[in-house]
Each structure stands twice: as C-alpha cells, then as structure tokens.
Nanobody, 115 residues
Framework: QVQLVESGGGLVQPGGSLRLSCAAS????????MSWYRQAPGEERELVAD???????DYADSVKGRFTIFRDNAKNTVYLQMNSLKAEDTAVYYC?????????WGQGTQVTVSS
C-alpha cells in the first residue's frame, strides 16, 4: 500500500508559478512510475506529466515547455514545477504512483489561475 499526499496548490495570477509536491509513504524506489493528472470542472481527468524510475519524463502537449516533473529520491517526493500558468490550467491536480502490481491516487490539490 502506498499513500500519497499532495501539497502546493493555491491561487495564482496568469503568468505566475506554483510547485506541487507529492510525498509517498513507501520508498520511491519501489515505485516504477509517478504521474500528475488534472481534472477541470466538467472535464475528464487527463495526464499532465509522468516520470519513471529511470527519470524518463513525458508531458501533455498543453504543458510542454511550461511544466517540469522531477523527483527527490531522498524525500520520496515528486514535484511538478508549473511556470507561465494560464487560466486553462485551473483544475484539481492529482498525483498517481505505480508499483509493479498496483496504482495509487492522492487526494488532489486545487490549482486556480485567475486575476
């Protein structure tokens, strides 16, 4: 069982930055991949970015060049650095972790981009 706790969401103006954190209860080395998803009101949940245990990363086209996913193995934590935020980035952001046998979700953190 892996528990995930997200933090770092909030209200930011367009063009601003936020850094989301996802702390895992298990050793990050037991996790094969970690991802950030988001879900806007009335929309389906979508993949934003993910990072493998080999530090291979992938991003949704809508966030390439603006968001960066990275991990701190010593803290069992994955981060999502979000720059040049737009109103359309407003959503609840969820962390997901995959082990060899299961996938786990965090509780989500709200990001609101508004002037």
């Amino acid at each position: 069982q892996v528990q995930l706790v997200e933090s770092g969401g909030g209200l930011v103006q367009p063009g601003g930055s936020l850094r989301l954190s996802c702390a895992a209860s298990a050793s990050i080395f037991s996790i094969t991949r970690m991802s950030w998803y988001r879900q806007a009101p009335g929309e389906e949940r979508e993949l934003v970015a993910d990072i493998t245990s080999y530090n291979s990363t992938d991003y949704a086209d809508s966030v390439k060049g603006r968001f960066t996913i990275f991990r701190d193995n010593a803290k069992n934590t994955v981060y999502l650095q979000m720059n040049s935020l737009k109103a359309e980035d407003t959503a609840v952001y969820y962390c997901r972790a995959f082990t060899r046998t299961s996938g786990y979700w965090g509780q989500g953190t709200q990001v609101t981009v508004s002037s």
